[in-house]
C-alpha cells in the first residue's frame, strides 16, 4: 500500500516484486515496523527482501543483514520441487524468462549472490548453511557476534537445533539430466558456485532414490496442495454467487441473505461506524470508481488496532441498520497516526471491494 510496482497481474497482486518507493512511502511504512516491533529488534526473514534491498536500505540504514547461501544444486530442489514459483524472485531480470522451475531457480540463486556482492558493506555478511548444519557452535558464535548478541545460554541453546536430514537429491539430478536448459543452468550458477567453493556436481552429494516412505510422504504433501486449491476455488464461487443474490435479490434479498453474507464473512473484521462514514464512501464510489482508496481516521484502543490489523478484509455495518453489511474493505493497511497522544490514534487506509447500494436507494 506504500509502494507501487512496475507491473501486475490480474488478480491485482505485483509481478515484478521491486517496490518503486518514495519518502513518503518510506515514513509510512517504518513507523509501521517500528510499531510492531514495540521497542525490540525487528527480524525480516522473508528470503524475498534479499529483492527489496535497497528498500531496507533506504528504511533502515544501520540495519544487519545475514545471506544465508547453500550448494546450488541443493538450493535448485529446495527452490523447485514444490512446482511453483513460490520461492522464486519475481524481479525485472526474471520477467519474460522461459518458464522453467529449474531455469527460474537457478537465476534465483545467481541473483541472490549478485545482490548480495552489489549491495553488501560491513553491515552485510553471508553464512553457508552447510557451515551452520556441520560447523554449528562456530558459525552461530561468528553470527551472535556479528549482531552484537550477547547471550551465551541461548547461543548454547541454538547450537543445538540444526542437523543433517539426509537429503536424496535424486529429483534434481533426474531433473536437470533432462532438462533442455542444463547448459544455461549451469551458466548461471558457474561464478557463484566457483568463488563460494562448491562444485556444481553431484560428486558429494546423496543421489539415491528415495524409500517408499519418503515418496509416500511427497504424495501427501500434493494431496493436501490440491486440497487446498479447491477449497479456495470454493470460497471464491461461494463469493460470486452471494454477490449475485446482493446484487440482483434486491433490498428484501439482502435482508434474507444478510446472515449467510455475515457468516462467510466470519474470518473477517467486522465494524461499526457513523452513517455519515458510509454515505461518504457511496458518494465517492458514484463519482469516482469502485476501487478508489478512502482513509479512515479511527480512534482505536490497542487490542482493536491489532484485532482489525491482520485482516484481509473488514465488513463496514451502518450503526443505524447493523444488520445489513454496507461496505466490505480489502488491502487493509494501519498505521499509527499520534502514538504520542492520551488516546492512540490510528489511520486505515483501504479499497472498496463491495459496496451495497440497494439499501441506500442509489
Given amino acids: 500500500d506504500n509502494f507501487s510496482y512496475p507491473a501486475w497481474d490480474d488478480s491485482g497482486k505485483p509481478l515484478i516484486r521491486e517496490p518503486i518507493f518514495n519518502e513518503q512511502g518510506l515514513h509510512r511504512a517504518r513507523a509501521a515496523y517500528l510499531n510492531v516491533s514495540a521497542g525490540k529488534?525487528?527480524?525480516?526473514?522473508?528470503?524475498?527482501?534479499?529483492?527489496?534491498?535497497?528498500?531496507?536500505?533506504?528504511?533502515?540504514?544501520?540495519?544487519l543483514v545475514v545471506v544465508c547461501v547453500r550448494h546450488p544444486l541443493c538450493a535448485l530442489q529446495s527452490i523447485a520441487k514444490c512446482g511453483n514459483e513460490k520461492f522464486m524472485l519475481k524481479s525485472q531480470s526474471h520477467f519474460g524468462m522461459a518458464d522453467d522451475l529449474l531455469l527460474k531457480a537457478a537465476a534465483t540463486w545467481k541473483e541472490s549472490f549478485d545482490t548480495y556482492h552489489r549491495e553488501k558493506n560491513a553491515n552485510w555478511i553471508m553464512v553457508k548453511y552447510e557451515d551452520v548444519v556441520f560447523d554449528t557452535e562456530q558459525t552461530l558464535t561468528n553470527l551472535?557476534?556479528?549482531?552484537?548478541?550477547?547471550?551465551?545460554?541461548?547461543?548454547?541453546?541454538?547450537?543445538?537445533?540444526?542437523?543433517?536430514?539426509?537429503?536424496?537429491?535424486?529429483?534434481?539430478?533426474?531433473?536437470?539430466?533432462?532438462?533442455?536448459?542444463?547448459?544455461?543452468?549451469?551458466?548461471?550458477?558457474?561464478?557463484?558456485?566457483?568463488?563460494?567453493?562448491?562444485?556444481?556436481?553431484?560428486?558429494?552429494?546423496?543421489?539415491k532414490r528415495p524409500s517408499f516412505w519418503h515418496q509416500g510422504k511427497s504424495?501427501?504433501?500434493?494431496?493436501?496442495?490440491?486440497?487446498?486449491?479447491?477449497?479456495?476455488?470454493?470460497?471464491?464461487?461461494?463469493?460470486?454467487?452471494?454477490?449475485?443474490?446482493?446484487?440482483?435479490?434486491?433490498?428484501?434479498?439482502?435482508?434474507?441473505?444478510?446472515?449467510?453474507f455475515l457468516s462467510y464473512a466470519s474470518e473477517d473484521a467486522v465494524l461499526l461506524v457513523e452513517r455519515k462514514v458510509i454515505e461518504k464512501a457511496?458518494?465517492?464510489?458514484?463519482?469516482?470508481?469502485?476501487?478508489?482508496?478512502?482513509?479512515?481516521?479511527?480512534?482505536?484502543?490497542?487490542?482493536?488496532?491489532?484485532?482489525?490489523?491482520?485482516?484481509?478484509?473488514?465488513?463496514?455495518?451502518?450503526?443505524?441498520?447493523?444488520?445489513?453489511?454496507?461496505?466490505i474493505l480489502k488491502n487493509i493497511f494501519i498505521y499509527p497516526k499520534d502514538l504520542a497522544a492520551p488516546k492512540k490514534t490510528y489511520v486505515m487506509q483501504a479499497s472498496i471491494k463491495y459496496i451495497n447500494k440497494e439499501t441506500y436507494g442509489i
Fill in 282 to 327: 457511496l458518494h465517492m464510489v458514484c463519482h469516482k470508481g469502485r476501487d478508489l482508496g478512502i482513509d479512515f481516521t479511527l480512534e482505536l484502543l490497542e487490542r482493536d488496532f491489532f484485532r482489525l490489523r491482520g485482516r484481509k478484509h473488514i465488513v463496514l455495518l451502518d450503526k443505524d441498520n447493523s444488520c445489513i453489511p454496507s461496505i
Fill in 41 to 63: 529488534r525487528l527480524v525480516l526473514k522473508n528470503p524475498e527482501f534479499i529483492n527489496r534491498a535497497p528498500l531496507i536500505s533506504a528504511l533502515f540504514p544501520d540495519a
Fill in 144 to 207: 551472535f557476534k556479528f549482531l552484537d548478541i550477547d547471550d551465551p545460554e541461548y547461543l548454547n541453546i541454538a547450537s543445538k537445533i540444526p542437523k543433517d536430514l539426509n537429503h536424496s537429491y535424486y529429483w534434481v539430478q533426474k531433473q536437470l539430466k533432462k532438462n533442455e536448459y542444463q547448459k544455461e543452468i549451469q551458466s548461471l550458477v558457474a561464478v557463484g558456485a566457483r568463488e563460494l567453493g562448491y562444485d556444481f556436481s553431484f560428486n558429494h552429494l546423496n543421489t
Fill in 219 to 260: 504424495v501427501h504433501k500434493q494431496i493436501t496442495k490440491i486440497a487446498s486449491s479447491a477449497k479456495k476455488q470454493a470460497k471464491q464461487y461461494i463469493k460470486k454467487m452471494l454477490q449475485w443474490c446482493h446484487r440482483f435479490c434486491g433490498s428484501e434479498g439482502v435482508l434474507i441473505s444478510s446472515t449467510i
